[in-house]
């Protein structure tokens, strides 16, 4: 295998010899370097800081490989020193961290992103601006290796929930050379002062305005679809649509597919290009038929293997176009002619509002690909209904020219609470400076466990961290007192405990040395989580869900799913009621008081009310009761499954996302104290159904380091089950089970295949030496049975009324399944014959421990009688 372009340096090269090489390396792949690169690149090689503000596309990536070459030239492990390069979101760390890969050997780099890990020790590594800041909080031999920090896409830092993450890296990296990346900065005079009164190093300002591919900006009237086909005709293709919803990415991508996107050459490539790829989830159906079309789709909800595709099919110039989110306002290396804003508002979470400055500047910019085109489009489409509007007086001006009708047609209006936009929106996007950039310096109990987890005074280092904030001195002050709350929760449950006497290191804390390595207490509610664990009975045969669901429970609500559960449950119900003939208004009434399934609700709420009531840091936190990764555990239920039984193809990714989040709070979180053996298979099973579900960016990882690397066969999303599985645990799960059992059992009845029905009879039986005579016996003993019945009605139906779960009687409640001792429970299914007589039953028996044993239905036949 040949050494990576950016292999490292001998430890005895001096500065001049690495920078050498590095300029070598960039004239052999024919980039010569624009004055701005050049002036960064000699800046941070004086060991100055740089906040880098040029235009989407100018090459700061090449200046940021330029300070990785540095660090990586300079390392040795008597004297380790490691680059790191922080993204905002996961996929845009695992593409920065492949092309680190490709550019320095993957030996040499590694990842972390709080969902997966990948040669975490190296010494160049990319990841998430979260574990940045954790590392940066704890101090240490860890901390004091970083010696170079690239903060890409750094206008997060005013980011209202996460921005804390970029700005805890510098109030606490002394040691590190920064390099701050963004295209929409701003004012930057603060951040200067504050990088160089943190490090004792200058701090400059480069800035640009000058694109290696300008743009050209145009407002639309033209229906959408009309304007694509015009921007495929004129060879500005690929195109990126922006939707601000991943509904409306999927939906537009299937309306788009009326289009002739690619010819048929094109078409054969992209067929040759997806040959090899599996397409086994719910939603591939759907991708692949976009894809082979020419037309892409990229948002969070895919699954990440499907988001890697687009983005590789895209670099390798097979899509004429992508339907995705703002995804590509955060850097995904989609390469793009022309960027179409389909509207100009999104939901920010709380409202929906005109899109600021930064955000279209963000998305704008990706346009145009250096190399490829010498100019950039960006489209903006207006209103709908202007378009409308606008289509409809045409039409009516034309009839009028014609002699027809003269009366002007009725206009439509925009959608009653979203925001309006015109071509003076779109000017003073073009125009206006970016948003100064705001702190958004915030304390909580992950915060302050790591910084107490130094080997070192915690609580003065606490202090100094909020004083060097940048915060005015109010919100400072606000901060203490938060903090003091959070310290006396973490001392109260013993999380942390005093050292009598302080340690030589000045150390006077330390965590609890009885929780695990990796414990967490990332997840805002995490100390409640504690708290209420022993509350739990660990006896009940129910100990291991329901701890399930209180970690399931301080995970946020994936609403797409809670909904589509509430659906189920309320078709399920009005059906119930309809049958029972309960009036419309009493039915809408109940349909109202519903709620997705909430395991433990009153436990839940009443025991975080106590919690609440002691804890005033909580403030508006809440827990959220759900049944998600419980009812799949429950039921043994593949992801395919569950995608499907909801309906959930278009969020496969967010199903994800909750699965990984929840089993993060088990495996991390919950102390190991707490864990039974029922709570380690758990969380067993769920490793393994996250790892079977996506390895895409391990395995290319495996592909760099190996060429000749083969991915093992595609692993299950569906584990298998522990030797001590209780298929009677989900109780409507296996009554649906049984119910299959006796309806397969009565298909071959009705055909008069008793040998058949005998064989299905036969399972619940040890097969006996003489089986094939038995198995006749067995057949006859059917025949007679069922003999009356035929003679007096003939024969039994089973379509839908056939089959309704409404014919099948248990003649006993669910409390008799769950009970242990329980040895037997008994059935009626009711014969539905085509003169709706239904006067005749089959009566069965249902072996509980021998269905436990057999993890599968074991049903004795009883009779078959009249009623």
Request: glycine share 4%; hydrophobic share 40%; net charge neutral.
């Amino acid at each position: 295998m040949s050494p990576a372009p950016l292999a490292p340096l001998p430890p005895t090269a001096d500065a001049d010899a690495v920078l050498a090489r590095f300029l070598a390396v960039m004239s052999e792949r024919h980039m010569e370097l624009y004055p701005e690169q050049e002036e960064a690149v000699l800046e941070l090689f004086a060991g100055s800081n740089v906040i880098l503000a040029t235009p989407t596309g100018s090459g700061k990536s090449l200046v940021a490989a330029a300070l990785h070459f540095k660090e990586l030239c300079a390392h040795a492990p008597a004297a380790p020193r490691r680059s790191v390069y922080t993204c905002p979101i996961k996929a845009l760390v695992n593409e920065k961290f492949l092309a680190l890969c490709r550019d320095f050997g993957p030996e040499n780099v590694g990842m972390m992103t709080g969902d997966a890990s990948v040669n975490p020790h190296a010494p160049v590594l990319c990841c998430t601006a979260e574990i940045l800041a954790n590392i940066a909080l704890g101090g240490g031999p860890r901390a004091d290796a970083v010696s170079a920090v690239i903060m890409d896409e750094f206008h997060y830092y005013s980011d209202p929930e996460r921005g804390v993450a970029w700005q805890v890296p510098l109030l606490t990296l002394p040691r590190a050379r920064f390099l701050l990346m963004s295209a929409t900065l701003g004012d930057t005079a603060f951040i200067e002062r504050e990088l160089t009164r943190l490090t004792g190093a200058p701090a400059v300002t480069i800035r640009g305005d000058r694109r290696p591919v300008p743009l050209e900006f145009e407002y639309s009237e033209t229906p959408l679809n009309e304007r694509v086909a015009d921007l495929l005709a004129t060879r500005r293709a690929p195109v990126y649509l922006v939707y601000f919803t991943q509904r409306e990415a999927s939906e537009a991508a299937q309306d788009l597919t009326s289009l002739a996107v690619c010819t048929r050459d094109e078409k054969a490539a992209l067929a040759a290009a997806l040959e090899s790829v599996r397409f086994n989830s719910p939603y591939g159906r759907d991708m692949k038929r976009w894809l082979r079309h020419g037309i892409g789709v990229h948002h969070a909800g895919l699954l990440p293997r499907y988001r890697i595709l687009v983005e590789q099919l895209a670099q390798r110039g097979l899509l004429k176009l992508i339907c995705g989110t703002d995804t590509l306002g955060v850097g995904i290396n989609v390469p793009i002619r022309t960027v179409v804003f389909t509207k100009l508002w999104k939901y920010d979470g709380q409202k929906a509002a005109i899109l600021n400055v930064r955000d279209f500047r963000q998305i704008a910019g990706r346009a145009g690909r250096k190399g490829f085109d010498t100019v950039g489009h960006v489209v903006v489409q207006a209103p709908e209904h202007i378009i409308a509007n606008k289509l409809a007086e045409a039409k009516a001006a034309a009839a009028k020219s014609s002699g027809g009708k003269k009366k002007p047609p009725a206009k439509q209006k925009a959608p009653e609470g979203t925001p309006g936009w015109d071509a003076r929106t779109f000017e003073k996007l073009m125009t206006a400076p970016p948003e100064p950039l705001q702190s958004r310096f915030a304390v909580s109990h992950g915060m302050l466990l790591h910084v107490l987890g130094r080997d070192a005074d915690g609580c003065r280092v606490m202090r100094r961290l909020i004083a060097d904030s940048h915060e005015p001195p109010a919100r400072k002050k606000a901060h203490l007192r938060r903090v003091w709350q959070l310290f006396r929760s973490l001392l109260e449950r013993r999380i942390i405990g005093w050292i009598q006497p302080p340690a030589p290191t000045g150390s006077k804390l330390r965590v609890n040395i009885e929780l695990q390595d990796d414990f967490s207490l990332h997840q805002a509610l995490s100390l409640y989580l504690i708290d209420t664990l022993p509350l739990l009975d660990r006896a009940s045969p129910d100990y291991a869900f329901d701890v399930l669901t209180l970690c399931e429970s301080i995970v946020e609500d994936p609403d797409t799913i809670l909904r589509r559960q509430l659906d189920r449950l309320k078709t399920d119900e009005l059906a119930r009621m309809k049958a029972a003939d309960i009036p419309y208004e009493e039915r809408m009434a109940k349909l109202e008081e519903l709620e997705h399934p909430k395991p433990l609700r009153d436990f839940l709420y009443d025991t975080f009310n106590r919690f609440a009531a002691t804890h005033p840091w909580v403030e508006n936190e809440n827990v959220r009761p759900k049944s998600i990764a419980r009812e799949m555990y429950e039921r043994y239920q593949s992801f395919s499954a569950y995608v499907r039984e909801y309906g959930l193809e278009r969020s496969e990714g967010l199903l994800l996302r909750h699965l990984s989040q929840t089993y993060k709070v088990l495996a991390q979180t919950v102390p190991d104290t707490a864990k039974t053996e029922e709570v380690l298979e758990m969380e067993t099973w769920f490793r393994e159904l996250i790892q079977g579900i996506d390895s895409s960016l391990l395995e290319e990882w495996e592909r760099l380091r190996d060429p000749d690397y083969i991915a093992p066969e595609a692993a299950s999303d569906k584990p298998a089950r522990p030797s001590n599985y209780d298929i009677t645990r989900d109780a409507a799960g296996f009554r649906r089970q049984v119910r299959a059992s006796i309806l397969s059992f009565l298909q071959d009845i009705a055909a008069r295949d008793y040998d058949s029905a005998a064989e299905k009879e036969a399972r619940a039986t040890d097969i006996p030496p003489d089986r094939e005579q038995q198995l006749k016996i067995a057949a006859r003993r059917l025949e007679i049975l069922f003999a009356p019945y035929f003679e007096a009605r003939a024969r039994f139906r089973l379509d839908p009324e056939g089959r309704s779960a409404k014919h099948t009687h248990w003649l006993e409640d669910e409390a008799a399944l769950r009970a242990r001792d329980t040895a037997e429970l008994h059935l009626a299914q009711v014969l539905i014959d085509p003169e709706d007589q239904n006067d005749w039953e089959v009566r069965f028996t249902l072996d509980l421990p021998a269905t436990r044993a057999a993890a599968r239905p074991v049903l004795r036949l009883e009779a078959v009688t009249p009623l």
